[in-house]
Antibody
Framework: QVQLVQSGAEVKKPGASVKVSCKAS????????IHWVRQAPGQGLEWMGW????????NFAQKFQGRVTVTGDTSITTAYMDLSRLTSDDTAVYYCARTYCSGGNCYTYFDYWGQGTLVTVSS | ERVMTQSPATLSVSPGERATLSCRASQSVSSNLAWYQQKPGQAPRLLIYGASTRATGIPARFSGSGSGTEFTLTISSLQSEDFAVYYCQHYNNWPPAATFGGGTKVELK
């Protein structure tokens, strides 16, 4: 079965960086984009960006450009999201999610999600 | 940038009643609209895509409608497991991008 398993919770100081991993299994890793979505405590969902694991291509919401890096390692079917220059506003649960694909076409909604990784930024 | 606005913020409903949730886009999104359910401590769950198509395994009591700028998620007869927060999401297929609404919390009346 399809699974996305994320790394554990992190506590970081302001100005630091955090790297969250997302291990995919149960499907062809290179066949589906992986997106990253975050959710601040008690708040809604915020889309951050994606990686095409096949080509390594990425794109991000303007808000995160220059501060986020997403990479993929096809040998271990894992995607990584690296967020730098952390502030308290980055305290959130970070989710990876798989793009829905059917009949050779892919659509930017998400049928499988990781369990989430809580990143706490505090001095 | 498109803004997705959901209303109401909170909806109080009794089990067995119908729940109607709204999502409005600041400009037309055609039918590129999905709905998710999220329970506390869990990741979101895809309910509806293409504005009206139920995702795999979603019960028939969930239905979506609308196009352009006005969308509705209807839960025909609320079950206890349906109390949750619901999010709408506009999606752009190329380049891939997504915008979520602020959510509607469906709570027990």
């Amino acid at each position: 079965q399809v699974q996305l398993v994320q790394s554990g919770a992190e506590v970081k100081k302001p100005g630091a960086s955090v790297k969250v991993s997302c291990k995919a299994s149960g499907y062809t890793f290179t066949g589906y984009y992986i997106h990253w979505v975050r959710q601040a405590p008690g708040q809604g969902l915020e889309w951050m960006g994606w990686i095409n694991p096949d080509s390594g291509g990425t794109n991000f919401a303007q808000k995160f450009q220059g501060r986020v890096t997403v990479t993929g390692d096809t040998s271990i079917t894992t995607a990584y999201m690296d967020l730098s220059r952390l502030t308290s506003d980055d305290t959130a649960v970070y989710y990876c999610a798989r793009t829905y694909c059917s009949g050779g076409n892919c659509y930017t909604y998400f049928d499988y999600w990781g369990q989430g990784t809580l990143v706490t930024v505090s001095s | 940038e498109r803004v997705m606005t959901q209303s109401p913020a909170t909806l109080s409903v009794s089990p067995g009643e119908r729940a109607t949730l709204s999502c409005r886009a600041s400009q037309s999104v055609s039918s590129n609209l999905a709905w998710y359910q999220q329970k506390p401590g869990q990741a979101p769950r895809l309910l509806i895509y293409g504005a009206s198509t139920r995702a795999t395994g979603i019960p028939a009591r969930f239905s979506g409608s609308g196009s352009g700028t006005e969308f509705t998620l209807t839960i025909s007869s609320l079950q206890s497991e349906d109390f949750a927060v619901y999010y709408c999401q506009h999606y752009n297929n190329w380049p891939p991008a997504a915008t979520f609404g602020g959510g509607t919390k469906v709570e027990l009346k």
